[in-house]
């Protein structure tokens, strides 16, 4: 009985402690963004790398699928099938990878998982003639066998708050999921659902018309609210939304929440969302039948000199829980240190351990941080294997066993560009972390150089692996 395939019987599907038994990933897939001097011509793409420790080719990209259009901004993929599907006609076997600006949803047949082909090629223009929706970002797969997009504007680059159902046969766009309420009214971004809480929760990054430009710091402010602020909460089986919160003060900052976590156990009614501006982690819970949030971490901004703003925000960007439940993950973009939490009580998470990569408070950027309420010194950049990492962590994956956590820097062409002109020179690479419930520490035996591939210094975002994640399979 494969790993890989989707029952329609419950009894058969592994528990997520379970799956923490598997074989070890032998191949990871990353998303891949052109240097700057071929984005004009040359499209992104699949790579799939090596991760089997005893193969030759270990720690290198061993096939590259060309994504259809130098427009596409390859930026989050997901699978067609996890373990919440119940159609017993599918399987775990295509990625749909949507180009974030060109809108064109890539469908990878992995058949072979060390050669993914491209099946077919849903072409972002008509999706956006038909139903006004732009800016694709997560996908999942439904219990009903249907695959889920969220999106994150219309056609005038404005928010709209909006998830695509597509046919989990012939992934033809069926329609919209959400309804009974105006979606340009709220923003869109990541989402996550529970159906035996009747739940879905979504994350807003903002208007393409600013987060496409890069940051700015006005865009973030209430009076233009451009820039994303609220935790939305959808009855699932009415496929209505029934309450937003608003993430931290209304005056302040908007917090710009992003990737939305449940803890696996599908018992539990409670998770984390990051907000990346605020620098908060928010746990989300029910509680005497109402949704409501807290939040539970707070990273310190730095002051500091010689930059475009007084103050640096850690920006969290991805999180992640290991399969078991017991420990939370994120990335601080800016700052550059990815940090792991014990979250055995989950409303008092406890710092384990960081590792600083190579983020704007590294000693040798010229930033000069003048006051830090964590840090008696300006850490050094982190260097694997001979390779300076140019930016700080971004995209995290972990290792089904909860021990290997893969780590990318890659924002998003404009941000990279404006945060970390290096990266964009000089391309990135993919970082192994090795985790034990003690910390984490840099393998140095594993280094994904993508600044040396064929095309020139490629950026890697997401990371799958084959037969599922952390991030990817959602247990009902």
């Given at each position: 009985m494969s790993a890989c395939e989707c029952f329609g019987d419950r009894s058969q599907v592994l528990s997520p402690r379970e799956s923490m038994s598997l074989p070890r990933e032998k191949v990871i897939y990353v998303l891949c963004l052109q240097p700057e001097e071929n984005q004009a011509t040359k499209a992104g793409y699949l790579a799939t790398v090596d991760a089997d420790p005893e193969s030759k080719d270990y720690g290198k990209v061993i096939h590259r699928l060309y994504s259809s259009d130098p427009r596409d901004e390859l930026h989050h993929f997901g699978w067609n099938s996890c373990v919440s599907c119940r159609h017993p006609a599918i399987k775990r076997r295509f990625l749909i990878v949507p180009g974030l600006a060109s809108g064109n949803l890539h469908i990878v047949d992995v058949i072979d998982p060390r050669a993914p082909a491209m099946h077919k090629v849903i072409e972002g223009a008509a999706i956006r003639e038909r139903f006004n929706i732009a800016y694709p970002h997560t996908v999942h797969c439904l219990p009903s066998g249907e695959v889920m997009i969220s999106y994150m504007g219309d056609t005038q680059d404005k928010a709209r708050g909006a998830f695509l159902l597509l046919d989990g046969l012939t992934f033809e766009p069926q329609g919209l999921w959400n309804k009974g309420h105006d979606d340009t009214k709220i923003m869109g971004y990541d989402y996550w659902y529970q159906p035996r809480h009747n739940i879905m929760i979504s994350s807003e990054f903002g208007h393409p018309s600013s987060f496409m430009k890069g940051f700015n710091i006005e865009d973030a402010k209430p009076a233009r609210d451009l820039l994303g602020h609220s935790l939305n909460f959808f009855d699932w089986h009415q496929q209505t939304l029934i309450k937003s919160i608003r993430l931290g003060n209304a005056d302040d900052i908007n917090a710009i929440p992003l990737?939305?976590?449940?803890?696996?156990?599908?018992?539990?009614?409670?998770?984390?969302?990051g907000a990346a501006l605020q620098s908060v982690v928010y746990r989300f819970f029910k509680k005497d039948g109402e949704w409501a949030t807290e939040p539970v971490i707070k990273v310190p901004a730095k002051h500091v000199e010689n930059w475009s703003l007084p103050v640096m925000p850690g920006l969290i960007t991805d999180i992640l829980i290991s399969l078991d439940d017991k420990f939370l993950y994120f990335a601080n973009w800016l700052h550059g240190d990815v940090r792991q939490y014990d979250i055995s009580d989950t409303h008092h998470p406890k710092l384990v351990s960081s590792v600083f990569f190579?983020?704007?408070?590294?000693?040798?950027?010229?930033?000069?941080?003048?006051?830090?309420?964590?840090?008696?010194?300006?850490?050094?950049?982190?260097?694997?294997?001979?390779?300076p990492i140019w930016a700080g962590p971004n995209m995290l994956q972990m290792s089904r066993d909860g021990r290997r956590l893969y780590v990318t820097s890659s924002l998003l062409t404009p941000w990279d560009k404006q945060f970390y002109p290096q990266m964009v020179k000089k391309?990135?690479?993919?970082?192994?972390?090795?985790?034990?419930?003690?910390?984490?520490t840099v393998d140095p035996d594993f280094y994904v150089d993508l600044a040396s591939e064929p095309d020139g210094a490629i950026r890697g975002h997401?990371?799958?692996?084959?037969g599922g994640d952390c991030t990817s399979d959602i247990w009902i």
């Amino acid at each position: 009985m494969s790993a890989c395939e989707c029952f329609g019987d419950r009894s058969q599907v592994l528990s997520p402690r379970e799956s923490m038994s598997l074989p070890r990933e032998k191949v990871i897939y990353v998303l891949c963004l052109q240097p700057e001097e071929n984005q004009a011509t040359k499209a992104g793409y699949l790579a799939t790398v090596d991760a089997d420790p005893e193969s030759k080719d270990y720690g290198k990209v061993i096939h590259r699928l060309y994504s259809s259009d130098p427009r596409d901004e390859l930026h989050h993929f997901g699978w067609n099938s996890c373990v919440s599907c119940r159609h017993p006609a599918i399987k775990r076997r295509f990625l749909i990878v949507p180009g974030l600006a060109s809108g064109n949803l890539h469908i990878v047949d992995v058949i072979d998982p060390r050669a993914p082909a491209m099946h077919k090629v849903i072409e972002g223009a008509a999706i956006r003639e038909r139903f006004n929706i732009a800016y694709p970002h997560t996908v999942h797969c439904l219990p009903s066998g249907e695959v889920m997009i969220s999106y994150m504007g219309d056609t005038q680059d404005k928010a709209r708050g909006a998830f695509l159902l597509l046919d989990g046969l012939t992934f033809e766009p069926q329609g919209l999921w959400n309804k009974g309420h105006d979606d340009t009214k709220i923003m869109g971004y990541d989402y996550w659902y529970q159906p035996r809480h009747n739940i879905m929760i979504s994350s807003e990054f903002g208007h393409p018309s600013s987060f496409m430009k890069g940051f700015n710091i006005e865009d973030a402010k209430p009076a233009r609210d451009l820039l994303g602020h609220s935790l939305n909460f959808f009855d699932w089986h009415q496929q209505t939304l029934i309450k937003s919160i608003r993430l931290g003060n209304a005056d302040d900052i908007n917090a710009i929440p992003l990737e939305v976590r449940f803890l696996h156990d599908p018992a539990a009614c409670e998770g984390f969302v990051g907000a990346a501006l605020q620098s908060v982690v928010y746990r989300f819970f029910k509680k005497d039948g109402e949704w409501a949030t807290e939040p539970v971490i707070k990273v310190p901004a730095k002051h500091v000199e010689n930059w475009s703003l007084p103050v640096m925000p850690g920006l969290i960007t991805d999180i992640l829980i290991s399969l078991d439940d017991k420990f939370l993950y994120f990335a601080n973009w800016l700052h550059g240190d990815v940090r792991q939490y014990d979250i055995s009580d989950t409303h008092h998470p406890k710092l384990v351990s960081s590792v600083f990569f190579g983020g704007l408070i590294c000693s040798d950027t010229g930033i000069k941080v003048t006051k830090d309420e964590e840090l008696d010194a300006q850490p050094a950049r982190l260097v694997v294997k001979g390779h300076p990492i140019w930016a700080g962590p971004n995209m995290l994956q972990m290792s089904r066993d909860g021990r290997r956590l893969y780590v990318t820097s890659s924002l998003l062409t404009p941000w990279d560009k404006q945060f970390y002109p290096q990266m964009v020179k000089k391309g990135s690479g993919i970082v192994l972390l090795n985790c034990t419930p003690q910390g984490m520490t840099v393998d140095p035996d594993f280094y994904v150089d993508l600044a040396s591939e064929p095309d020139g210094a490629i950026r890697g975002h997401e990371v799958r692996y084959p037969g599922g994640d952390c991030t990817s399979d959602i247990w009902i």
